[in-house]
């Protein structure tokens, strides 16, 4: 019996592969979760901050004197107290190659460079308190000439917002196949837009959120974090801070959202840090809405002007794009503000067999709030641009947009393949995903129903997109840059005497799944019952080290990592089993907590009784028997940089020509994300970034004035997506198993977000094509749709 | 500033009487006066939702609202509202469809769900979507909410899915 496959995927009670509810949700559905803000300590302290109000403005002075007298406040700083007790941070990698940024500090020195950036905090007894005495902080500002626009930050002449890096282009990067011109020159048509998208930003419903406490007598830090990655704010803390790297510990309880907001450091929850250490009393530092909108890091803000070369029968003969991307003063810490515009040269135009490719990319500094990494870095931009292009190129030879994708997407059958970018695809199903997709939708029925319509004035549109998507990133992301971010994970299982399972694991959860989706699996591959397993996350004292969640990476890496240490564990209760009842590990088998024979099933022991024996009764084995009921595996992707997802999204929509409004009626999306564990809670993370791909699309953006001030910087003003204005999303999958894994998973958590603008851009358009107007300025308000039709 | 307010109300069934600040709103005072840390504050406008509980047997934003109003009012929390079984159908109907994901504005939706199941029947898609428009949840899309609000009314009517 020794070639018995773990058959953990198609064992009969399996959990992989089923839908069943998350047993962390039944506290968040009764309002007893903790997020940091319920956390309450002994002598807690809240800290507030002055932030500053100009985009650019030298300090000439701070009188806080006012502000210290007022009743409960316990300290009032300035950059200047906190000298010495931290070192500033640099946001560079080293394999960005040119990438330059300037030190950072908790609070600005002498100057501040955006609207919002912290310039001194107030800690008191209470938050009203420190807001009141914040108020009383008087700064003598000293405007300095802002420079808002990326444009306006490269034009020539334009002063170096830090002079000590000569210039703003903070980075750039071209790509040149050769040949583009040549293929743009025998093209049958060639086509031309520029694409630009807006800043937006998270707006977690749970604003960024730290509190700090320093135990003097032992130097130790411990931090609660609203955090998707506490090994790296441990890291952090620990070489900021000159801690011993075991003298900090970071806890992320409940997590209201994070989305690629909570994965940065923060000038202002540094600051929380450094006054904890200054006065030896737990701080609290929680953003409210206003402060979130002008301290959180910000998304997009790209113009890209592209070109594409097509021929009469519809091949794609050559991509030419010109990114230019604003990151606000610094680049972000330690991930950098470079990422996002090397992903749209990376990405743009990879899911085709296109091999002539230019492209250009700089990245500049501005006076607005920095920029950085978001749900799905990159992608929605890369999408909408080469997504845009193949229908302009589609109109212009007049070839459905549908039959010009599948002319064009690389084969499947052609893998493994790499890009003209130089991305390395293991396999991928585009062409399947596609067919799939046209029959899901009903693409010929639609096409004849938009038709009908417009006969009758009512204008609809149909926009599909295709995309790629990165997940499973290996080192190559940051680790090779030398940011102390990790690419593996770890899972530690215990065999508890009960028979229940504990399980440790270094991925987080901020409501995505996580924790169920580990339980799914270890239970799978052990024998036991789904609620047997309890998994521990969020705390890098209790968890191995690992990266935590970014980049779609849980299920994939954390997964096999879960998985490898669930098949180590069960090899040890096997072999003690297999010791307690005379038998060889290799013909018994775990079911449903039960130890049973491998062949038959039959019931021998209960995973009760090897948990006891192991634990309690050890002078009942035979000798030389040491059991050992914990395993720990990791698992970090090695085969490939990163493991690639694809799929198709679709959009189906009703355009009001005379008001320039756009209702949803549908949306779909296929995708491959290889195996999928849980079905539930992929669906939902596709639908959930579906939306907020939607609203980048049709709503979200910082619009900013000239001078760098926030014009919409409220909840009242800054629009999201509403439930009243969305619409049903069906969600298939093709499966293609990553290889080089057990699991075969891959991510799924920003696929949505990244086709999705892509999508309804080309279905307003689809809906304007009568009327020769095409939109291409994210948001999409029907401000700029009017516009478009000549209307205003 | 630092004027303040006695007030008795009843929270959850249970009363109480507490001195405030007259500048204090009803989420601050739910979370830092009495514990209740089930009521969370996403916009301090009135305007995500976050914050909905019942004040009198309406649903209203406590962010809105002063602690130092409710002198004589009955307050009902997430808390109270589990504790007593009355939104249980919901709860259930969230969980087994996933309609949550972080958690932070399930409260919130939930208080204003109930109040659209307590008119009765059982609401088209387009009036549950209409209805829970106030309540702004960042992770899900809505449509698994939505999906979940429709399920529990049809509990509630008696009947299943269609």
Partial sequence: ?792 | MSETVEIRLTVNGEAVTRRVAARQNLVDFLREDLGLTGTRAGCEHGVCGACTLRVDGAIVRGCLLFAAQLDGARVETIEGLSDSGEIAVLQAAFHERNALQCGFCTAGMLITAAELLARGGVPSRAEIRDFLSGNYCRCTGYHAIVDAVEAAARTRAGNGPP
């Fill in chain 1, 1 to 792: 019996m020794s070639e018995r496959p773990l058959s953990f995927l198609d064992r009969p009670n399996s959990y992989i592969g089923r839908s069943v509810p998350r047993p962390n949700a039944r506290r968040l559905l009764q309002g007893r979760g903790t997020y940091v803000d319920d956390i309450r300590l002994p002598r807690l302290l809240h800290a507030v901050f002055l932030r500053s109000p100009y985009a650019h403005a030298r300090i000439a002075g701070i009188d806080t004197a006012a502000a210290s007298r007022l009743p409960g406040v316990v300290r009032v700083v300035t950059a200047a107290d906190l000298a010495g007790l931290y070192t500033p941070w640099v946001g560079t990698l080293s394999h960005l190659k040119g990438l330059k940024s300037a030190p950072q500090h908790p609070l600005a020195q002498g100057r501040a460079c955006w609207q919002g950036e912290p310039v001194a905090a107030v800690v008191a007894e209470s938050r009203a308190q420190a807001e009141d005495a914040a108020a009383q902080i008087a700064v003598e500002w000293q405007e300095l000439a802002p420079l808002a626009s990326a444009e306006a930050a490269l034009a020539s002449g334009a002063p170096a917002i830090h002079a000590a890096l000569g210039d703003n282009l903070a980075f750039a990067r071209a790509v040149d196949t050769g040949a583009v011109d040549d293929a743009f020159a025998r093209a049958d048509a060639v086509v031309a837009e520029t694409f630009t998208f807006a800043r937006h930003t998270g707006v977690c419903l749970e604003p960024r959120s730290i509190l700090a406490e320093f135990d003097r007598s032992e130097r130790r830090l411990t931090l609660h974090c609203s955090s998707q990655v506490p090994h790296m704010m441990k890291e952090i803390a620990a070489r900021h801070f000159a801690l011993a790297e075991t003298d900090v510990r970071v806890i992320c309880r409940d997590v209201g959202g994070s989305y690629g907001i909570k994965i940065h450091v923060y000038p202002d929850e540094m600051a929380t840090i450094a006054l904890a250490l200054l006065l030896g009393r737990p701080v609290k530092f929680v953003a409210d809405r206003l402060e979130s909108f002008v301290s959180d890091i910000h998304a997009r803000e790209h113009r890209v002007a592209a070109r594409m070369a097509v021929s009469k029968s519809g091949e794609i003969l050559a991509i030419d794009i010109d990114d230019l991307t604003g990151i606000g003063p610094y680049s972000t810490y330690p991930r950098t503000s470079a990422i996002e515009g090397n992903q749209v040269v990376n990405l743009t135009g990879s899911w085709y067999r296109c091999a002539n490719y230019r492209a250009r990319l700089r990245v500049a500094f501005q006076t607005k709030p920095p920029m950085s990494q978001y749900r799905a870095v990159g992608h929605p931009i890369a999408c909408a641009v080469t997504e845009g292009l193949v229908d302009l190129a589609a109109r212009a030879i007049a070839m459905d947009p549908a039959e010009l994708r599948r002319r064009n997407l690389i084969a499947d059958d052609a893998y493994p393949c790499t890009s003209p970018a130089g991305l390395i695809f293991e396999k991928l199903s585009h062409q399947r995903a596609l067919a799939r997709m046209l029959e899901l939708m009903d693409y010929a029925g639609l096409r004849r129903e938009q038709a009908a319509l417009r006969a009758r004035g009512i204008h609809r549109g149909i926009g599909l997109a295709s995309f790629v998507e990165i997940t499973n990133p290996g080192p190559a992301f940051y680790g090779v840059g030398g940011a102390p971010i990790s690419a593996q994970d770890g899972c530690t299982l215990r065999l508890e005497p009960g028979g229940a399972v504990t399980c440790a694991i270094s991925i987080t959860e901020q409501g995505q799944g996580t924790e169920t989706m580990v339980a799914q699996i270890v239970a799978s591959v052990l024998g036991v019952a789904l609620e047997r397993v309890r998994v521990v996350t969020g705390d890098t004292e209790r968890t191995p080290y690992g990266g935590g969640t970014w980049a779609s990476r849980g299920a994939g890496i954390g997964g096999e990592a879960a998985l490898q240490a669930a098949k180590a564990l069960r090899a040890n209760i096997l072999d003690l089993a297999g010791a307690m009842l005379q038998a060889a590990p290799a013909d018994l088998d775990i079911a449903q907590g039960w130890i049973v024979d491998a062949v038959s099933g039959a019931r021998r022991i209960g995973l009760d009784e090897v948990g006891r024996a192991g634990y309690f009764r050890g002078d009942t084995l035979p000798p030389g028997i040491q059991p050992e009921l914990v395993a720990t595996r990791h698992h970090q992707p090695r085969d490939y940089p990163f493991a690639f997802t694809n799929g198709v999204q679709a959009s189906w929509l009703e355009l009001d020509i005379e008001t320039g409004f756009v209702r949803l009626l549908k949306h779909w999306v296929v995708e491959d994300c290889g195996r999928v564990v849980s079905p539930l809670l992929v669906d939902e993370q596709i639908r959930g970034g579906v939306v907020q791909g939607l609203g980048g699309a049709l709503f979200e953006e910082c619009l900013y004035d000239g001078e760098g001030q926030l014009l919409n910087g409220t909840l009242a003003d800054y629009l999201v997506p509403m439930a009243g204005e969305m619409p049903d999303i069906e969600v298939a999958h093709v499966m293609t198993p990553l290889a080089g894994t057990e699991l075969g998973a891959k991510g799924a958590g920003e696929a949505g977000t990244a086709g999705a603008p892509a999508a309804v851009m080309n279905a307003i358009n689809d809906a304007l094509a009568p009327f020769g107007a095409t939109v291409a300025e994210q948001p999409f308000t029907p401000a700029r749709i009017l516009r478009a039709l000549g209307r205003t």
